[in-house]
């Protein structure tokens, strides 16, 4: 079992809100990233980061930011949030980071927005 | 362009019986290959990586296959149980370094019934 938490695990939320998603790993590891899954379709890499202040953007366009003060805390931010961001947030970790390692995955968070 | 394919895209089985779920991708260069189980209301986790040189890879029921030349690879999972009944999600990687991207699949769900 991977040492990867997310909070909340479900959160539904009206239309212009700002809510923070929660992503902490007690693993030590440098890399963490965050996708977003929609039911019956592939994750989608939004945000990642290679260590503390570092962030990049992922393969899909997102209205999301993140930061990485800490090593072991990732969160992810919408400032507004909108009908079209209701979908499940993944979490994760590695070691090394792109495709030499395997990725730990957090719960999720399955996010609504109304 | 870079795509992994999934079939088939849902599968119901029996208690007990056999299945394979097949992967096919056209991820070039390649690097790796994972299965991942990703359980209802979960994140993924890793079930077997294979590296090209790699045929067969087993973990417990589960036993994964890797045909580098045809770009193929299967999960066969024996002797089912109900704890089967997920989503199994194939993930290749085109570079083995820390540059490297994942490209995921949709994913096969599948039900074990009793």
């Known amino acids: 079992e991977a040492d990867i938490y997310q909070t909340p695990r479900y959160l539904v939320i009206g239309t212009g809100k700002k809510i923070t998603l929660e992503c902490s790993q007690t693993m030590g590891h440098d890399k963490m990233y965050w996708y977003q899954q929609d039911p019956g379709m592939e994750l989608h890499l939004i945000h990642y980061?290679?260590?503390?202040?570092?962030?990049e953007k992922g393969d899909l366009s997102s209205e999301s930011t993140v930061s990485r003060i800490r090593t072991e805390h990732f969160p992810l931010t919408l400032e507004s949030a909108r009908p079209s961001h209701t979908s499940q947030y993944l979490c994760?970790?590695?070691?090394?980071?792109?495709?030499?390692?395997?990725?730990?995955f957090g719960p999720g968070t399955r996010l609504t927005v109304l | 362009k870079n795509q992994v394919e999934q079939s088939p895209q849902s599968l119901i089985i029996l208690e007990g019986k056999n299945c394979t779920l097949q992967?096919?991708?056209?991820?070039?260069?390649?690097?790796?290959l994972r299965w991942y189980k990703q359980d209802t209301g979960r994140g993924p986790v890793s079930l077997t990586i294979m590296t090209f040189s790699e045929n067969t890879k087993s973990n417990g029921r589960y036993t994964a296959t890797l045909d580098a030349d045809t770009k193929q690879s299967s999960l066969h999972i024996t002797a089912s149980q109900l704890s089967d009944s997920a989503s199994y999600i194939c993930v290749v990687s085109d570079r083995g370094s820390t540059l490297g991207r994942l490209y995921f699949g949709r994913g096969t769900q599948l039900t074990v019934w009793p």
């Open positions: 992967c096919n991708y056209t991820v070039s260069p390649f690097s790796n």
């Open positions: 980061s290679y260590g503390v202040n570092s962030t």
């Open positions: 994760a970790s590695s070691v090394e980071g792109g495709g030499t390692d395997t990725q730990y």
